[in-house]
């Protein structure tokens, strides 16, 4: 089975642009969270969707926003880029149905870079 | 608050000798639990997780965590360290019973494992 896939890897943008990361979960899965990871603030929730519905979400301002279509793929958008959005986003799929009683699958990532 | 603790930032073992990392928890009720670990460029993989029942739980590549209710700690073991453990460890937390997925992540240990 095929993992969750992040696209793209890489990615390098200038202040005040906007930007679309995707995240392909693994099949069947109906639960998609976004993390981001920076060497100071570490790991810190985004957001999560379940079935097209976002049921949770992180301590983020409103720039960043996501969404899940009904094949379970997600996009995140960050509008007006900051330097401080330079990070490793991650997306992570589970089963969802039950909460934490399903267990997170990460993809590898989207490195962004804000100049 | 809720939070998790990782207090060793770095760790440098031997290849060969046992390895503890340890991880503490704050949180209203006993959480899920869960340790990943992280290569470089890579996503996160899940070793282990602890939800009821016995309260040491085997994971993959060897590794073993112990929870302690009573110290609010789910310390990761592994009896012999590979060069290939060499990675980056994070210790989580997630909510029982609630619908989301969201986890709480420590700010990882940086494990070096030198020949």
């Known amino acids: 089975k095929a993992g969750v896939t992040q696209t793209p890897r890489y990615l390098i943008k200038t202040r005040g642009q906007q930007v679309t990361l995707s995240c392909s979960p693994i099949s069947g899965h109906r639960s998609v969270s976004w993390y981001q990871q920076t060497p100071g603030q570490g790991l810190q929730f985004l957001f999560e969707?379940?079935?097209?519905?976002?049921?949770n979400k992180g301590n983020f301002p409103g720039r960043f926003s996501g969404r899940q279509f009904s094949n379970s793929r997600s996009e995140m958008n960050v509008s007006t880029l900051e330097l401080g959005d330079s990070a490793l986003y991650l997306c992570?799929?589970?089963?969802?149905?039950?909460?934490?009683?399903?267990?997170?699958?990460f993809g590898n990532g989207t490195r962004l870079t804000v100049t | 608050a809720q939070s998790v603790t990782q207090p060793d930032i770095h760790i440098t073992v031997s290849e060969g000798a046992s390895l503890e990392l340890r991880c503490n928890y704050s949180y209203g009720a006993t959480p899920y639990l869960f340790w990943y670990v992280q290569s470089p460029g890579q996503g996160l993989q899940l070793l282990l997780k602890y939800f009821s029942g016995d309260t040491l739980v085997q994971g993959i590549k060897g590794f073993e965590a112990e929870f302690k209710r009573s110290q609010s700690s789910f310390n990761l073991r592994k009896p012999s360290v590979h060069w290939s453990d060499a990675a980056e460890y994070f210790c989580?937390?997630?909510?029982?019973?609630?619908?989301?997925?969201?986890?709480?992540f420590g700010t990882g240990t940086l494990l070096a494992v030198q020949p």
């Open positions: 969707y379940f079935s097209e519905t976002q049921r």
């Open positions: 989580a937390v997630g909510a029982r019973g609630g619908a989301t997925n969201k986890l709480i």
């Open positions: 992570a799929s589970s089963l969802g149905d039950r909460g934490n009683n399903s267990p997170l699958h």
